[in-house]
């Protein structure tokens, strides 16, 4: 009887993650591959169909281990096509956010990120999804939530898109606050006995990682595979109350004010009293109300 080697593990980089560092790291990773004797296929992605198709076709053809090289949004991309497949999934942080890969403790490190896929030690975690007002379902990793953060998105994709993680993100909440009123914002608990939340609040977030925003610690509890979901609502505050927190969430990312509502729920109703956007992992995914759950154990990754 014929053998047949296992496939070659697929490496998917986007080469612009990191202001184009993940790019540039490629001659490092196939170095480091090559001096663990690993078989990889590095395939570098041009659009966000590209690198879809990509993933569809190492699927397709049976890889068992597909990695992605950028930050959360790369990850996201990845793991939206291979969802329900018998694979495992690896990542290799080069971009500007890496909160799901920090939650697992993977440092923007090439040498060491390698070293975890080649050793294949696998953790089953948690995926969120999120239905919007249209019925239609995403799946993100890490963050999402509406307010300023929803706000703030389109300055980080435009006028800051070339700064660094969590800066990029403060600098684009500082621009968004500028004529940003509050959302008037109804959490809903559905399936348990948690009461009902309305709040006129700067966020309304809902996150499976400790960290949002390029190192934010808003939920330091959340953990990736209890089946929970931290939801953190800070109430509204005056600008000059808004700007006193920068400089420690810039230094630390450490959130410290007294006005922040933390409750841990599997599934999560945002009803907005003004229509608003939901994003998750830095993408725009719908408009409120949104419905959000948690697909426990969902996902098999490579993690120490």
Same mark, same amino acid.
């Given at each position: *009887?014929? #053998?047949?080697?296992?496939?070659?593990?697929?490496?998917?980089?986007?080469?612009?993650?990191?202001?184009?560092?993940?790019?540039?790291?490629?001659?490092?990773? #196939?170095?480091?591959?090559?001096?663990?004797?690993?078989?990889?296929?590095? /395939?570098?992605?041009?659009? @966000?169909?590209?690198?879809?198709?990509?993933?569809?076709?190492?699927?397709?053809?049976?890889?068992?281990?597909?990695?992605? *090289?950028?930050?959360?949004?790369?990850?996201?991309?990845?793991?939206?096509?291979?969802?329900? =497949?018998?694979?495992?999934?690896?990542?290799?942080?080069?971009?500007?956010?890496?909160?799901?890969? @920090?939650?697992?403790?993977?440092?923007?490190?090439?040498?060491?990120?390698?070293?975890?896929? /080649?050793?294949?030690?696998?953790?089953?975690?948690?995926?969120?999804?999120?239905?919007?007002?249209?019925?239609?379902?995403?799946?993100? !990793?890490?963050?999402?939530?509406?307010?300023?953060?929803? &706000?703030?998105?389109?300055?980080?994709?435009?006028?800051?898109?070339?700064?660094?993680?969590?800066?990029?993100?403060?600098?684009?909440?500082?621009?968004?606050? #500028?004529?940003?009123?509050?959302?008037?914002?109804?959490?809903?608990?559905?399936?348990?006995?948690?009461?009902?939340?309305?709040?006129?609040?700067?966020?309304?977030?809902?996150?499976?990682?400790?960290?949002?925003?390029?190192?934010? #610690?808003?939920?330091?509890?959340?953990?990736?595979?209890?089946?929970?979901?931290? /939801?953190? *609502?800070? &109430? *509204?505050? =005056?600008?000059? &109350?808004?700007?006193?927190?920068?400089?420690?969430? !810039?230094?630390?990312?450490?959130?410290?004010?007294?006005?922040? /509502?933390?409750?841990?729920?599997?599934?999560?109703?945002?009803?907005?009293?003004? &229509?608003?956007?939901?994003?998750?992992?830095?993408?725009? !995914?719908?408009?409120?109300?949104?419905?959000?759950?948690?697909?426990?154990?969902? !996902?098999?990754?490579?993690?120490?």
């Amino acid at each position: *009887m014929e #053998r047949t080697e296992p496939l070659p593990a697929t490496v998917f980089v986007n080469p612009a993650a990191g202001r184009g560092g993940a790019g540039r790291k490629v001659a490092e990773l #196939r170095e480091a591959f090559a001096r663990w004797k690993y078989p990889v296929k590095i /395939v570098k992605s041009a659009s @966000a169909e590209e690198f879809r198709r990509g993933v569809r076709a190492a699927v397709c053809e049976g890889c068992a281990t597909l990695v992605a *090289m950028g930050g959360d949004g790369t990850l996201q991309m990845l793991v939206r096509e291979v969802i329900g =497949r018998d694979v495992r999934v690896g990542v290799i942080p080069a971009g500007g956010g890496n909160d799901f890969a @920090a939650a697992l403790g993977i440092a923007k490190n090439v040498e060491r990120a390698v070293e975890i896929i /080649v050793r294949g030690e696998t953790r089953l975690l948690d995926l969120v999804r999120v239905r919007d007002s249209y019925g239609l379902d995403a799946i993100y !990793l890490g963050g999402g939530g509406i307010g300023i953060d929803a &706000e703030a998105l389109r300055y980080a994709n435009g006028s800051f898109h070339k700064w660094p993680g969590r800066l990029r993100y403060l600098a684009s909440a500082i621009a968004a606050l #500028r004529a940003f009123r509050g959302v008037q914002v109804q959490a809903e608990f559905p399936e348990s006995d948690l009461p009902t939340i309305t709040k006129l609040v700067l966020l309304a977030a809902v996150l499976n990682t400790p960290t949002f925003g390029g190192g934010l #610690r808003l939920a330091p509890k959340a953990e990736l595979d209890d089946g929970l979901l931290e /939801v953190v *609502m800070i &109430e *509204m505050l =005056r600008k000059r &109350e808004v700007l006193a927190l920068i400089p420690r969430l !810039l230094l630390s990312g450490e959130l410290k004010t007294e006005r922040v /509502v933390r409750i841990r729920a599997a599934r999560i109703k945002l009803t907005a009293e003004k &229509e608003a956007h939901f994003q998750g992992d830095g993408e725009f !995914l719908g408009k409120t109300p949104v419905q959000i759950e948690t697909l426990h154990r969902a !996902l098999r990754v490579l993690a120490p």
